[in-house]
């Protein structure tokens, strides 16, 4: 996972150049982040990835990739659509900075800065929470349903 990414504020102009944006840090303190017309403003990780919640700002990495936000989940209900460039993986399959990107966007994420790829999949699909609330002892733990798979077989079915 990347230490910086970039931000851009798309919304910024010739005639309003510079935007301050306050992002909540967990010890409780706020960082300003002044974004300003036409850069890109290299910022920690997790304030970064808090922009990506809004199409008004464009997100990069070190190459200028476009860092692309986590679609919500939709209701089980809901026939899914994919993208052209979309497609259906098991959360095993994503890299880890794949992984950390849509943890990141999770509230309570920015604790899972240094987490293994199994401790991020288990915070992504909710079986840590399940843990604690159980106050089981994690090794006792059963790993929750894949709920990739149960998508999966929505399509499948949908488009049968």
Not at 14 to 28: D, L, M, T, Y
Not at 50 to 59: G, S
Not at 75 to 104: M, W
């Amino acid at each position: 996972m990347p230490k910086t990414l970039f931000v851009e504020d798309l919304t910024c102009s010739a005639k309003h150049p510079v935007r301050s944006h306050e992002i909540p840090q967990p010890n409780g303190t706020v960082t300003i982040h002044e974004l300003k017309y036409g850069e890109k403003t290299e910022m920690p990780y997790a304030d970064a990835v808090q922009f990506l919640k809004d199409e008004a700002y464009r997100v990069t990495d070190a190459e200028d990739e476009r860092i692309q936000p986590t679609p919500p989940r939709p209701a089980t209900t809901e026939k899914i659509v994919l993208a052209n460039d979309q497609c259906i993986a098991r959360y095993s399959e994503l890299t880890k900075d794949a992984l950390a990107v849509r943890v990141a966007q999770v509230p309570g994420g920015h604790e899972l800065e240094k987490a293994t790829k199994p401790d991020m999949v288990k915070f992504l699909t909710g079986a840590g929470q399940k843990a604690r609330d159980r106050e089981t002892p994690e090794d006792e733990i059963e790993p929750d349903a894949p709920i990739m798979d149960e998508l999966a077989n929505e399509i499948e079915t949908a488009t049968a």
